[in-house]
């Protein structure tokens, strides 16, 4: 409980601090289209909390409303952070490894099975539409206790999110794989992908040849089709009791409670449709209050002020995600190649063209690459302490005309995310490691006596990684001899430990180095902490309606109004584009939780994830008692 205060303080006094963000949002979740307390209270003040009617008496509404969201580089400023052309920009760049002048922010063609010399432009303009009918019931019990309320709320939604992504490619290319890059022989570029909308969509992977295959992207995927799904939002519900209530004021509180029916993040696109609140149960507290200030001496006309606070904790939800790797935005679309043991005929030597004394590396290069996103996907528990939905409203009535004039305040704070022990992911379950730029097979010079079927130029695996690169370079640097791999020695070929002959960066080539040993990715290189996100928006909005008084018992009412959401970005351009600082790699974990020791990044990274959109809705309904 403790904790859950401490969060509402930081929530209400600590969400305006700036702080860099050079993370990027692996789920992107705005507030829930059932959390709005806006069009909750909107066109409703005299029709719930009335003073004095000693029976049971209630109001059901129904509305109809559609949202569009704007400010469309924002988002893709959240889904894609450094990598955009700049700050005003909702572009990347994709461009191989042997394109001049190749920009800090491309992303490496390599990655995506396209040629080494293939460039292109991709846009992004992110975008969310919804539209609902929210029912709401609200009864007032006064016959069982003077003040005592309940209500109950759910809006089935039809929710539909577009990147409207778009390529545009400058260089369709024309380099081949060269000798050693992905297989023994060089990949022709008809066997290639023709663009990164292809990688994008793509369900079958890549053939290279060899029996050795590029596996299709399965997480993370980035659609240029829209992407809609349709569900009850959440079931929320309150119960209170108005303890200060007269004709012309009141002031209650109440348990408020959500139950999750909305869709289950599935971690299958990067700009995932979500309904609902991520499938979180909800427990906490609604207070609420108003005060006429002026009333006419008729009592036909009158001005007052509401107030209404729906504060909850947002309980463990089982989700499905993807991540980055620490210290590299954007490493889901990495490139990882499969890694494993036995090492067959691989050694290696710490001196150029000697075979004595050489090791065997403790894995080797198996025939296999995977996207990263396949291997971090995985089964987390996410938990956020405080969600806040604060409204204030003016109402101005006269007769049956009714006008409000409000501000909405929404805030989230940091989920805590916690990686499912029950299921590992392939990242914990397999070997992998980064490829990079790496070449991944070398050749001998030469027989292997204890191998009398692998001829001269026979090719051989190698445990050739790439820890350090990146999504927009790897270490090798063009490079035909692996000079950037990780624990670089010079590679040679034979079998326990008795080398025999070099081996090459191609058949009659210069000897070409492998990693002893290779550095695999575990669970403790996953940037569980920067996948985190949080919430934080504005809100303006009025509402006009009409009550028909003339009736006794049922009183129909009907009305429209509209609303503009502000979402709070997390800092100017200039800071959350920033370069994050390397890694420190001297420590281990032997848990299924992941090390905090190894993590010298900005660690207060929590992307702000949050929705600024417009929206107009209908609201009518009918009042009895």
């Known amino acids: 409980m403790k904790r859950v205060y401490l969060s509402l303080i930081y929530l209400l006094f600590g969400t305006y601090q700036l ?61 894609f952070g450094n990598s955009l052309n700049g700050c005003e920009s909702s572009a990347i760049t994709i461009s191989g490894s042997t394109v001049a002048d190749r920009g800090p922010n491309d992303w490496l063609a390599d990655y995506f099975g396209l040629p080494t010399d293939f460039e292109s432009n991709l846009t992004f303009r992110p975008r969310v539409t919804n539209f609902l009918v929210d029912f709401y019931l609200y009864l007032g019990l006064d016959e069982w206790l003077c003040g005592l309320f309940c209500f109950i709320h759910t809006p089935i939604v039809n929710s539909r999110w577009d990147l409207n992504f778009e ?79 007269d004709v012309d004021y009141h002031f ?69 995600r993807f991540f980055d790797l620490k210290c590299k935005p954007n490493s889901r679309y990495m490139l990882a190649e499969r890694m494993d043991n036995p090492v067959n005929l691989l050694l290696s030597n710490t001196m150029e063209n000697v075979t004595d004394n050489s090791t065997v590396p403790n894995n080797q290069f198996k025939d296999l690459y995977a996207p990263v996103a396949n291997l971090t996907l995985q089964e987390v528990d996410t938990t956020v302490g405080v969600q806040a939905d604060i409204v204030v409203l003016l109402n101005y009535t ?26 590992p992911p392939l990242i914990q379950s397999q070997k992998w490691a980064l490829k990079g730029d790496a070449f991944t097979f070398g050749f001998t010079n030469g027989d292997i006596p204890t191998t009398p079927d692998t001829p001269a130029g026979s090719p051989v695996a190698l445990s050739a990684t790439e820890s350090s690169a990146t999504i927009h370079v790897g270490t090798n640097n063009g490079s035909l001899i692996n000079n950037g791999v990780d624990n670089l020695q010079w590679a040679v070929a034979g079998e326990n430990q ?28 996953v940037d569980f902490k920067a996948a985190r996100t949080k919430g934080l928006s504005q809100k303006v909005f009025t509402h006009v309606s009409y009550s028909w008084l003339d009736n006794e018992d049922w009183t129909p009412y009907l009305g429209f109004g509209a609303e503009v959401e502000f979402a709070m970005k997390d800092n100017s351009c200039e800071t959350s584009l920033c370069n994050r600082n390397p890694c420190s790699s001297t420590c281990t974990t032997g848990s299924c939780t992941p090390s905090t020791t190894c993590y010298n990044c900005n660690e207060s990274d929590c992307r702000r994830c949050a929705l600024s959109q417009w929206g107009f809705w209908i609201k009518g309904g009918v009042s009895f008692n």
């Open 19 to 79: 702080q860099a963000a050079c993370s990027v949002a692996q789920l992107y979740s705005p507030r829930s289209q059932g959390v709005n307390a806006a069009r909750e209270l909107a066109g409703l003040t005299n029709h719930i909390n009335i003073f004095d009617m000693e029976k049971f008496y209630g109001t059901f509404a129904v509305t109809p409303e559609y949202t569009r969201s704007f400010d469309n580089n924002r988002i893709a400023e959240s889904l």
């Open 167 to 245: 390529e545009c490619i400058v260089a369709e290319g024309s380099a081949n794989y060269p000798i050693g890059y992905f297989t023994p022989q060089a990949v022709p570029r008809a066997t290639l992908r023709n663009s990164f909308t292809e990688y994008a969509t793509d369900c079958n992977g890549i053939n290279l040849g060899n029996d050795i295959y590029i596996a299709p992207l399965q997480a993370a995927r980035i659609s240029p089709e829209s992407k809609s799904d349709t569900a009850l939002a959440d079931i929320r519900f309150a119960l209170g009791w108005n303890f200060l209530q």
């Open 252 to 320: 209650g509180l109440g348990i408020l409670g959500a139950a999750p029916t909305g869709s289950r993040p599935k971690g299958q696109f990067i700009f995932e449709p979500i309904v609902g609140n991520g499938h979180h149960w909800e427990l906490g507290g609604l207070l609420w209050g108003h005060a006429t200030f002026w009333r006419s001496e008729c009592e036909e006309k009158f001005l007052s002020g509401w107030i209404q606070a729906n504060i909850t904790h947002m309980f463990k939800a089982h989700q499905y």
């Open 398 to 423: 006269r007769c049956g005309f009714s006008w409000d004039l409000g501000y909405n305040f929404w805030a989230r704070t940091c989920e805590k995310i916690t990686p499912n022990c029950s299921c």
């Open 498 to 525: 008795a080398a025999t002959v070099l081996l090459l960066n191609q058949p009659n080539g210069s000897q070409t180095q492998t990693s002893n040993n290779p550095i695999l990715l575990t669970l403790d290189d």
